[in-house]
Structures are given as structure tokens and as C-alpha cells.
Antibody, heavy 120, light 110 residues
Framework: QVQLHQWGAGLLKPSETLSLTCAVS????????WTWIRQPPGKGLEWIGE???????NYNPSLKSRVTISIDTSKNQLSLNLTSVTAADTAVYYC??????????????WGQGTLVTVSS | QSALTQPASMSGSPGQSITISCTGT?????????VSWYLQYPGKAPKLMIY???NRPSGVSNRFSGSKSGNTASLTISGLQAEDEADYYC??????????FGGGTRLTVL
């Protein structure tokens, strides 16, 4: 049974850096395009970006200048960093494993979600 | 990238069928058969219901079906049940190698 457990700071001040980590257990880590999604309170889903098992990344153009996704294959973990946060970055952040290997077009296994609030 | 267009809300009675639309462009929905649909209950993570336009993952009820015509994809739920009341999101792969979501549709079962 694939499980994704994520953690990180839930309250940030404007201009700080958001950092989240997601640990994957119960399944293969390689060959998947690990993905981060966020959802502002009461709003829809937004794709943040993805990383493959060899470290290749792809980001949402609207966030690209501020976001970094990384992986640690020795620990089966992935991380998200988002710099210079503002109130607009307040959201529930999810780490996600796609349904198929070598593809990120459909997202199957989701972390429990982490609410990150940006407030002064 | 612009969000895909979904109706904000829809409703139906138990036993009825409803169809939720998801309209994109020639650069996303119209270009690829990589449309997915997700169901989300309040406070929960989304659940994959349909992938690659019309395929159901194991365990998803056959009351859920997907299709696509041109730049518009659709999710049909037949034999509506109370448990189907939720938010539904579509997504599509794009020509920029990104993923874009719809704004979501809140389905109410009357």
C-alpha cells in the first residue's frame, strides 16, 4: 500500500520560504514523476510542478522563479521549497504520485495535505 | 496557463444522470488524450476517477464515465447517489508540458 506522509511549517510570515517534505513508503520510488499540487482555501487545484527519479524538474510557469522541487532517493523523499511567500501562497499543499510510471498526467496517491498559512 | 472551464455548480436527483463539462483549448484538452477527473470531499484529498479521457482506475464505479469531443471533455455520472455529492475537477496535460486543472464543479444531490 503506497503511502505519502508530508510535513513542514504551517505558519509563515510574508517573504519567508515555504519548505515541505514528503516521505513515500510502500511502493517504488523510481520511474515516477513526483508532483506537488496546492489548493487555496475554498478554491481549486493548482499544479506546482514535478520531479522525476533522476532529478529532472518541470514547474508551473507562474511559480517557476520561486519554486524548487528536489528528491532524496536514498530516503524515498521529495521536498518543495517556495521562496518569498505572500498571502496568495496560503493553501493546502499536497505531494502526489501519478497513476502511471513515466507520466504525470493523472494523479493517484495523495499525501494528507499540509495547510500553509502566510500571515504577518 | 489558463484554468480549464467547468460549471461552478450542478445538481441532480438520485437515480438521474448528470454530465459535467470541462472546456479547454487546442493546446490542452484538444491536443491530448490526457484528461483526468477527480472527486474531492470537503477536507479530503482528491481521488482519481477517470484517466486518459475515459479510463477508470480499479475500484471506481462504472457509473462514472468520461469522454471528449474537440476541446471539451465530459464526465458523466449515471444513477446518481447521495455519496456522489462532492467537488469534481478535471485536468489536462498541456503543450507546455504542464498540467492544468479546471476550476471545479460542486455537485449537489437533491
Amino acid at each position: 500500500q503506497v503511502q505519502l506522509h508530508q510535513w513542514g511549517a504551517g505558519l509563515l510570515k510574508p517573504s519567508e520560504t515555504l519548505s515541505l517534505t514528503c516521505a513515500v513508503s510502500g511502493g517504488s520510488f523510481s520511474a515516477y514523476y513526483w508532483t506537488w499540487i496546492r489548493q487555496p482555501p475554498g478554491k481549486g487545484l493548482e499544479w506546482i510542478g514535478e520531479i522525476n527519479h533522476i532529478g529532472g524538474t518541470n514547474y508551473n510557469p507562474s511559480l517557476k522563479s520561486r519554486v524548487t522541487i528536489s528528491i532524496d532517493t536514498s530516503k524515498n523523499q521529495l521536498s518543495l521549497n517556495l521562496t518569498s511567500v505572500t498571502a496568495a501562497d496560503t493553501a493546502v499543499y499536497y505531494c502526489v504520485r501519478p497513476f502511471k510510471k513515466y507520466s504525470s498526467t493523472s494523479l493517484d496517491y495523495w499525501g494528507q495535505g499540509t495547510l500553509v498559512t502566510v500571515s504577518s | 496557463q489558463s484554468a480549464l472551464t467547468q460549471p461552478a455548480s450542478m445538481s441532480g436527483s438520485p437515480g438521474q444522470s448528470i454530465t459535467i463539462s470541462c472546456t479547454g483549448t487546442r493546446s490542452d484538452v484538444g491536443a491530448y488524450n490526457y484528461v483526468s477527473w477527480y472527486l474531492q470531499y470537503p477536507g479530503k484529498a482528491p481521488k482519481l476517477m477517470i484517466y486518459e479521457v475515459s479510463n477508470r482506475p480499479s475500484g471506481v464505479s462504472n457509473r462514472f464515465s468520461g469522454s471528449k469531443s474537440g476541446n471539451t471533455a465530459s464526465l458523466t455520472i449515471s444513477g446518481l447517489q447521495a455519496e456522489d455529492e462532492a467537488d469534481y475537477y478535471c485536468s489536462s496535460y498541456t503543450s507546455s508540458s504542464t498540467l492544468v486543472f479546471g476550476g471545479g464543479t460542486r455537485l449537489t444531490v437533491l
